[in-house]
């Protein structure tokens, strides 16, 4: 196979993918460069922000949702073209989001230099496997044909959930839904419904279903539903001291951000401008925690993190709270046990929270609401499993995402940063933290663009030098024995062991 061009495939035309590829189009290449950009999808634009019968909304506002950091109010003006009157503190459908990636895209094709090309190609690549040192990477799809790649871009997106423990007996039955965001083409719901999980997802769902179903329950381990968003301006109480930058401990954390809530509050603020500090600062706080600093926040804090940091839009809230009010959602904290068919329905058998007998519970539908399972080690994508088997990839001890390095640069079962393989979006969630909003996606694709618009030898002297690169971004402060950071990190003949070592260990 002739390779004239230097090749990039990126496999996902979703909100990171698609803004990555714009931001190749549009660096002046130093070379002819062929982008191609994989998606299975009919329509690029990601699941999240697909067009659906139930008009959602963005969780946050329009102001706030820009994919170009040189240009924050660019969403904002695009919904304007759509509807005029669209404020900043505006909350519109999601399905906007999807057009406005694509018009993205489409503008910067149009735009780029006559040294670089788009490929758009609809198919499922399952497989990925080194042709020889240097030599590039194959890029196998589901059709049995094969792309040579010189870098390939990992752009999965948010993976579908896990399966819920207990539900062998049902999870061949027409009325489970093992996916609330992708399996939706179930016909219209009835009767009573089953949502496992109180986050956003089942927040969706439970409006969705609501329309037709008698009866909405949602079952978690502690009840948590998300918090609210609010129309007031971010940071409207002014910048915010404090000791955050230096927070070494998740109990620094929570001790810090409580002084600094009431701090916000009692100057007329604002609990969410907090939130929105730590998540800015979170990337760098991660890396600064040990391996068992990590473990504490994920089992005690990150349940609270999550609804106080995924919040919902103040209209959708009321819609909820309307539901539970007249008793059509009724919200539990409890644990899921099993489940089995009986007869025409479905009985789950479940425990709450604090009791010791467990109960049963008989409904028409059950619905995975739990949200994405970033655990690659339980993936069930040909792809993930392929790179995984192929030593490619190797998963985050704490079921977080990929091991990465710098740029993303996926680290192999060897310990070796890669040249030619590369991720981006959630799956950097375990290097990251919070990797799954606009503002940190964005970021991390311009990142990658300028890193793969380089040579190697350039990439290899920003590496050395880590010149006009975030602290948080360079991996110099992963916590000991951490396989997540460069090359140093690594005793390359050990490295999947201490993985396997930790992983037991947590």
Same mark, same amino acid.
């Given at each position: ?36 950009? &994989? ?58 989001? %999807? ?5 993205? +895209? ?20 399952? %497989? ?18 094969? +792309?040579?790649?010189?870098?390939? @871009? ?41 949502? &496992? ?76 401008? @907090? ?27 990150? *349940? ?43 009985? @789950? ?34 792809? @993930? ?9 190797? *998963? ?6 990929? &091991? ?33 909003? &606009? ?59 201490? +993985? ?7």
């Amino acid at each position: 196979m002739s390779r004239k061009l230097h090749t990039i495939v990126i496999v996902g035309g979703g909100f990171s993918g698609i803004v990555l590829a714009v931001n190749l189009l549009r660096r002046a290449a130093q070379k002819p460069m062929r982008i191609v950009l &994989v998606e299975r999808a009919a329509q690029a634009g990601g699941p999240a922000y697909a067009q659906r019968d139930y008009p959602y909304l963005l969780n946050v506002p329009a102001g706030r949702m820009s994919a170009e950091s040189h240009d924050p109010d660019s969403f904002l003006k695009f919904a304007r073209r759509r509807a005029p009157g669209t404020r900043a503190t505006d909350f519109v459908p999601r399905s906007w989001y %999807g057009d406005y990636l694509r018009e993205l +895209l489409g503008l910067a094709e149009v735009q780029a230099s006559p040294r670089v090309r788009l490929e758009r190609l609809r198919a499922e690549v399952t %497989g990925i496997a080194r042709i020889g040192a240097g030599a590039g990477l194959r890029v196998v799809l589901h059709d049995g044909c094969a +792309l040579r790649a010189d870098q390939v @871009v990992l752009a999965l997106g948010n993976p579908p959930p896990a399966p819920l423990p207990g539900m062998e007996a049902i999870a061949r039955h027409p009325r489970y839904i093992h996916d609330a965001c992708r399996d939706t083409a179930r016909g219209e719901i009835y009767g009573d419904v089953l949502l &496992v999980g109180t986050g956003l997802t089942m927040v969706d769902a439970a409006l969705a279903m609501s329309r037709s179903a008698d009866r909405v329950l949602a079952i978690s381990r502690r009840g948590l539903l998300p918090l609210l968003q609010t129309d007031a301006a971010f940071g409207a109480a002014g910048p915010l001291p404090g000791a955050l930058h230096t927070v070494r401990t998740p109990r620094e954390l929570l001790r810090e951000a409580r002084r600094l809530v009431r701090q916000q509050q009692a100057a007329g603020g604002d609990w969410r401008d @907090v939130v929105n500090l730590i998540r800015e600062l979170s990337p760098a706080m991660w890396q600064r925690f040990n391996a068992a600093q990590r473990a504490q926040f994920l089992r005690h804090l990150r *349940p609270w993190w999550d609804i106080h940091r995924h919040r919902l839009p103040p209209s959708v809230g009321e819609r909820l709270g309307a539901l539970r009010e007249s008793g059509r959602l009724q919200v539990n904290a409890g644990r899921i046990l099993g489940a089995e068919i009986d007869g025409a329905r479905l009985a @789950v058998t479940w425990r709450p929270r604090g009791a010791g007998q467990p109960r049963v519970l008989t409904v028409d539908w059950v619905v995975n609401c739990t949200g994405p399972d970033y655990d690659l080690s339980r993936s069930r994508e040909p792809l @993930v499993r392929a790179v995984l088997r192929e030593g490619l990839l190797v *998963p985050d001890p704490f079921g977080l995402g990929a &091991v990465t390095g710098l740029y993303g640069a996926a680290i192999d079962a060897a310990g070796r940063e890669s040249e030619e393989l590369f991720c981006l979006g959630p799956m950097l969630r375990a290097m990251h933290w919070e990797a799954t909003a &606009v503002a940190e996606l964005r970021r991390h694709a311009e990142l990658l663009a300028m890193r793969l618009s380089q040579g190697r030898s350039a990439a290899a002297e920003a590496r050395a030098g880590h010149g006009g690169i975030p602290s948080w971004l360079h991996g110099g402060h992963m916590p000991e024995g951490s396989v997540a950071g460069p090359n140093r990190h690594f005793s390359r003949k050990s490295a999947v062991a201490r +993985l396997i070592s930790r992983r037991q260990v947590v």
